[in-house]
């Protein structure tokens, strides 16, 4: 529900019944803090949105309106929406991070050496289609997602921050979109499975995972040239269901050396070779 808040002695420090207590740095949105709640002392994030236009506050309050239905584990959820006492939108969110801060996907993958193992990129993706194709069945689109807009929990899933806004206020547009909107949201997350899985980029001409990645099951080849063709996979659920189905498929045995392979290649690409 929004809240407008009158009190201006306490615009630094408190919304609504969040009491901010220190900074959590920039978001999709604008400056994040984390906050506690007054009544029961438990953790959270306000977002504070940037801008102060009559009209653009009653447009992002109506997007908020419409975003915080949207539900889902990997969509981070909207607790409460409003104004400060000087007509600026913010945003509580719950609190994801530890003691240490927020993590997002590229945080996280960047401590991971800039690659996870393919178990840990499959259950990563999986995550991320998950909460597109529920938000597309409810004709929410969020359109492209970067690692830096995906949050990773404690327990270590992923969720979506924010899901739709950013694009909604930027282009002024609604949740709902076109397919092709969709369609680049999925290619997109394809993209980053392909840098989870190989450390790599896919730039074109795109280079075959299982030649970056030492004992690779095949059948990542094929999804990923399916999921970063012009024409794609035909929903995020397809793309989720191609990556459950091809975990099923028996892979070749193990014998060490991928991330030596992997390693190599990302040196002699970066030196231009």
């Known amino acids: 529900m929004a809240q407008t808040l009158d009190c201006p002695h306490s615009a630094d420090t408190r919304l609504g019944p969040y009491v901010a207590t220190r900074p959590l740095g920039a978001g999709p949105l604008g400056d994040r803090q984390l906050a506690l709640h007054e009544l029961d002392n438990s953790s959270h994030v306000l977002h504070r949105i940037a801008g102060r236009d009559r ?142 899985v190989t450390g790599l980029l896919p730039e074109v001409p795109v280079i075959a995972a299982s030649r970056v990645v030492g004992n690779l099951a095949p059948w990542w080849d094929g999804w990923f040239e399916t999921g970063l063709s012009e024409a794609g996979f035909a929903s995020a659920a397809h793309a989720a269901s191609a990556l459950a189905e091809g975990a099923t498929v028996p892979s070749r045995s193990a014998s060490g050396g991928g991330g030596g392979v992997r390693s190599v290649l990302r040196r002699l690409l970066a030196a231009g070779a």
């Open 55 to 196: 009209f653009e506050q009653r447009k992002f309050l109506a997007l908020a309106a419409v975003a915080q239905g949207l539900r889902h584990p990997h969509v981070l959820a909207i607790e409460d929406f409003g104004l400060d006492h000087v007509g600026r939108p913010w945003i509580a969110t719950p609190y994801t991070g530890d003691a240490t801060g927020l993590s997002t996907l590229g945080r996280h993958l960047r401590a991971k050496g800039g690659y996870l193992s393919p178990l840990e990129a499959r259950q990563a993706v999986l995550h991320l289609l998950e909460a597109s194709a529920a938000a597309h069945a409810a004709s929410h689109a969020h359109g492209e997602v970067s690692l830096d807009e995906v949050l990773v929990d404690r327990r270590g899933a992923l969720v979506i921050e924010l899901y739709g806004l950013a694009r909604a206020r930027r282009t002024g547009e609604s949740l709902t979109r076109d397919a092709r909107v969709r369609a680049a949201e999925v290619r997109s997350i394809v993209r980053i499975g392909y840098q989870l």
